[in-house]
């Protein structure tokens, strides 16, 4: 508070004294009832309540490095107190049962390489191949037979076609030979009636030659009659047959068309034949082709799946036996975990190490962590990446929460926190007790003013603010609150000018002396006049004294 204010506070405690006890005159007590006071605005900002809670130290990461196997510890690296990085071999147990069971493994495993490249080696190449070119041939065959059925039906069509124009032959010879024969009997029936005639006079004359009756004379003169009736008759044959030619010669091409015809009909039936026994041989070679393409789907889908299955599940039993065996070799080096300072060691040199039982205990103490309890409303308020203080000694340390319980504790019906403390070090043992804060409550946006300036009443509470030069009691609703500033949820503005220091003349209805705003000195009236007076200088310092205050201090002292 600065000496202007001090003697403006002084002042108005003498006059207030004044008044009392001398009864004054009605102008000096009006001054007397004027109160100095200290005002502020209001301010708009974040309000948090932290609560404190009881917690314990543990190292983030702890670890129980516990062998996975039994057996005589040849070698041990670290003791007691070291540092220890992730990866560090620890301590070694005896490894030549292991040693010899990996041998063995790997030997099984080649066992069963070789057996797999005999077996899809060369073999299964060879009986590819002989399948793949049994089929190849099928198909060559197939398609040959296809040529050759498609060859014999054109010549089968080349055949009908030779009959087609033959029969056509045939039914104009035919025709032909119905023509000839007309010709022929037209021709051949008055040769037939002159032979006829010629006949019957040969067989008079030669009846006159035959005849006993006859005499020389008359047999001669027939004798030279039949040898002109032979000549004749020769004659009208040789007609009759000249006539005839032309329907020999029409009997002669229906025949040969005819014997023609017949020949393609045996050669068409021939190719039919032909073309029947191929398409036969055929169904036996598509039958072939399909039973061959069958047995390779067969091969490949089927059998060789199923084997390369049971090669591949012999092979992988077999480098299941290499990984069993090199793990139980692993096993028998032990290598820290995480990197961190070595706690305990239950293990040494020539001694055993027995399965399942720690023989390291290795902490991680980079990072702490720090468990406190916490009741339903405030785990409901915090989350995971709040700041917490951590206090031990004296000493506090920044922590970050990384783990709120989502289930009370049943003894305790509490939920459990978590929180992590890096760069402690040793200043943060393993298992202490720690004061642990934490903000449990919180407001944004409101009006905060200072704790001491709220009253409480009956239950009621209010404030005294300044208005028009006046002291003004005003009732509010004050909200969240710690122990320097509260909220105020009604009864004030921005601009209000709330009294923040108390004074046992803060009445209702007082004059108001503001001496100073948000902080900063106001000048009052008479301050005001004072800084226009002139400064008398003190000998030894040199400093500026105003008269006034000197006064005001005195009578104040």
């Known amino acids: 508070m600065n000496r202007k204010r001090l003697a403006a506070l002084g002042l108005a405690v003498t006059l207030s004294m004044t008044a009392a006890?001398?009864?004054?005159?009605?102008?000096?007590?009006?001054?007397?009832?004027?109160?100095?006071?200290?005002?502020?605005?209001?301010?708009?900002?974040?309000?948090?309540?932290?609560?404190?809670y009881i917690g314990n130290v543990t190292p983030q990461e702890q670890v129980y490095v516990i062998p996975k196997t039994s057996g005589t510890v040849t070698e041990t690296f670290f003791s007691v107190g070291d540092a220890v990085q992730a990866g560090d071999v620890l301590f070694k147990i005896d490894d030549e049962a292991a040693q010899l069971q990996l041998a063995s493994a790997r030997a099984s495993y080649e066992s069963?390489?070789?057996?797999?490249?005999?077996?899809?080696?060369?073999a299964r190449d060879l009986q590819n191949y002989q399948t793949e070119e049994q089929i190849r041939q099928l198909k060559d065959s197939l398609w040959k037979t296809d040529d050759q059925i498609d060859e014999m039906e054109d010549n089968l069509d080349d055949v009908r076609s030779g009959i087609g124009g033959?029969?056509?032959?045939?039914?104009?010879?035919?025709?032909?030979?119905?023509?000839?024969?007309?010709?022929?009997?037209?021709?051949?029936g008055p040769i037939n009636e002159q032979i006829e005639a010629v006949k019957k006079q040969i067989g008079i004359n030669q009846g006159v030659v035959d005849s006993l009756n006859s005499s020389e004379a008359e047999k001669e003169a027939a004798r030279i009659a039949l040898?002109?009736?032979?000549?004749?008759?020769?004659?009208?044959?040789?007609?009759?047959?000249?006539?005839?030619?032309?329907?020999?010669?029409?009997?002669?091409?229906?025949?040969?068309?005819?014997?023609?015809?017949?020949e393609l009909n045996t050669t068409k039936t021939q190719i039919k034949s032909g073309i029947d026994q191929i398409e036969s041989s055929q169904d036996t070679i598509r039958d072939n082709l399909n039973m061959a393409e069958q047995a390779y789907s067969i091969t490949q889908n089927e059998i060789y799946p199923q084997s390369d299955a049971v090669s591949a599940s012999q092979l992988q039993a077999a480098s299941i036996g290499i990984d069993s065996a090199?793990?139980?070799?692993?096993?028998?080096?032990?290598?820290?975990?995480?990197?961190?300072?070595?706690?305990?060691?239950?293990?040494?040199?020539?001694?055993?190490?027995?399965?399942?039982?720690?023989?390291?205990?290795?902490?991680?103490?980079?990072s702490m962590t720090v468990t406190f309890q916490v009741a339903e409303k405030a785990k409901n308020v915090l989350k995971e990446g709040d700041h917490v203080t951590v206090e031990r000694e004296g000493q506090t340390f920044d922590g970050v929460i990384t783990e709120i319980g989502t289930?009370?504790?049943?003894?305790?019906?509490?939920?459990?926190?978590?929180?992590?403390?890096?760069?402690?070090?040793?200043?943060?043992p393993n298992g202490v007790s720690v004061k642990v804060s934490a903000t449990t409550e919180r407001e944004t946006g409101k009006l905060l003013i200072p704790y001491?300036?709220?009253?409480?009443?009956?239950?009621n509470?209010?404030?005294?603010?300044?208005e028009d030069g006046k002291v003004v009691k005003t009732e509010v609703t004050v909200g969240l609150m710690s122990d320097t500033e509260a909220v105020i949820e009604e009864g004030l503005t921005a601009d209000s000018l709330v009294v923040s220091n108390w004074s046992s003349k803060l009445r209702n209805g007082v004059e108001a002396d503001i001496v100073s705003k948000n902080g900063e000195a106001v000048l009052t009236e008479s301050e005001f006049k004072e800084e226009e007076m002139p400064a008398e200088h003190t000998e030894e310092t040199g400093e500026e004294a105003p008269a006034e205050d000197a006064k005001i201090t005195e009578e104040a002292e």
């Open 21 to 52: 006890a001398c009864g004054k005159s009605t102008e000096e007590v009006q001054e007397a009832s004027a109160v100095a006071v200290e005002v502020l605005t209001p301010t708009s900002r974040e309000l948090t309540v932290d609560t404190t």
């Open 112 to 122: 069963a390489q070789a057996g797999v490249t005999a077996q899809n080696g060369g």
């Open 166 to 188: 033959l029969k056509q032959g045939l039914a104009e010879a035919q025709q032909g030979v119905v023509e000839a024969t007309e010709k022929y009997n037209t021709a051949a």
């Open 227 to 262: 040898d002109e009736l032979g000549k004749k008759m020769e004659g009208l044959q040789g007609q009759l047959a000249l006539a005839r030619m032309p329907l020999d010669a029409a009997n002669q091409t229906v025949s040969s068309l005819q014997n023609k015809i017949a």
């Open 326 to 366: 090199q793990m139980q070799l692993d096993f028998c080096t032990v290598t820290a975990p995480i990197s961190g300072i070595v706690e305990s060691v239950s293990v040494e040199k020539n001694g055993m190490a027995a399965a399942g039982n720690p023989a390291y205990i290795i902490s991680n103490k980079e």
């Open 407 to 428: 289930m009370t504790n049943p003894q305790t019906r509490l939920f459990q926190v978590k929180a992590a403390v890096t760069g402690a070090g040793d200043s943060l």
């Open 452 to 459: 001491d300036a709220i009253y409480f009443t009956a239950g």
């Open 461 to 466: 509470a209010h404030v005294y603010c300044v």
